[in-house]
C-alpha cells in the first residue's frame, strides 16, 4: 500500500522570522492578533530570530512595530541579537550606527550592482562599474544591447555627460577610424547640450567634465 508524507510547516512567529516569512508573520499579528514580541521557549523574540537568521525585512517590520507601541528590546534580549548577528550591517543597525532602511537599500543596490550591464551603467552614469566592466572585457564597450545601441550611444541618449567622456575614448581605440567618425557624426546630431558637444568632439577632459557636473550641482 503506497504511502504519502507531508512536512510539517510550523505556524508560529518565530518560524515566520525565522525563514523569513514576512507574509505569514503579518498575517500572525495582524489578523491573528499574535503578540509580536512573545517569547518561545528558549525565551527568544521574533525580532531575535530575524537578526540570527538575517532577515531584514523581518526586521524592519517589526522594529516598526516595537516603535509604534512604544516598547524596547530588553537589554538581554539586545544582547542576544548583537551576538547571534552574523551580518556586520545588521550588526551596525543594532548598535544605533545605521538604520535598517539603509541596510535594505544597502542590499537591494548591491544585488542590482552585480546584475548592472554595462548599457545600465552608461544610461545611470555609473562611473565606477563601466570601468569594472571595461577592464574586464575592453570589446564590451562597442557591443550593442537589444535597441542596437553602443554603451556610448545610450550615455549620449541619457545625457549622461561623465560616462560619455569616459567611454569615448575607449570606443575609438576599439573602432575603425572612418566607422568612429561615422558614429560621433550621429551622435553631434542628436544632443544640443553644449558640454556633451565638447566631450564628443575630444575637447572636454574628465576634469572638465567634474567641474561641469560640481557647478549644475550647486545651482
Known amino acids: 500500500m503506497a504511502t504519502t508524507s507531508s512536512t510539517h510547516v510550523p505556524r508560529t512567529l518565530w518560524y515566520a522570522a525565522k525563514t523569513g516569512d514576512l507574509t505569514l508573520l503579518r498575517t500572525l499579528v495582524e489578523v491573528e492578533s499574535e503578540h509580536f514580541d512573545a517569547e518561545d521557549a528558549e525565551f527568544k523574540t521574533p525580532f531575535y530570530y530575524g537578526c540570527s537568521c538575517d ?3 523581518v526586521l524592519k517590520y517589526l522594529h516598526e512595530l516595537y516603535a509604534a507601541n512604544g516598547l524596547a528590546l530588553s537589554k538581554d534580549q539586545l544582547q542576544w541579537c548583537d551576538v547571534s548577528c552574523l551580518m ?3 550588526r551596525a543597525f543594532l548598535q544605533g550606527k545605521t538604520t535598517i532602511d539603509q541596510v535594505i537599500a544597502d542590499r537591494d543596490l548591491e544585488v542590482r550592482w552585480a546584475a548592472m550591464s554595462i548599457w545600465d551603467a ?3 552614469g555609473h562611473l565606477k562599474k563601466l570601468r569594472e566592466l571595461a577592464s574586464t572585457d575592453p ?6 544591447n537589444t535597441s542596437g545601441q553602443s554603451p556610448l550611444q545610450v550615455a549620449v541618449a ?12 575607449l570606443t575609438k581605440a576599439a573602432m575603425e577610424g572612418d566607422a568612429f567618425d561615422a558614429l560621433i557624426t550621429r551622435l553631434v546630431a542628436q ?3 553644449d558640454m556633451m558637444l565638447q566631450v564628443l568632439a575630444g575637447k572636454a577632459t574628465m576634469k572638465d567634465i567634474m567641474m561641469y557636473q560640481r557647478r549644475l550641482a550647486i545651482r
Not at 570589446?139 to 550593442?144: D, G, M, R, Y
Not at 541619457?158 to 567622456?165: F, K, L, S, V
Open 55 to 57: 532577515h531584514p525585512h
Open 88 to 90: 556586520p550591517d545588521v
Open 122 to 124: 552608461a544610461a545611470e
Open 139 to 144: 570589446a564590451i564597450v562597442t557591443s550593442e
Open 158 to 169: 541619457t545625457n549622461q555627460i561623465a560616462a560619455a567622456g569616459y567611454l569615448l575614448p
Open 191 to 193: 544632443t544640443s547640450v
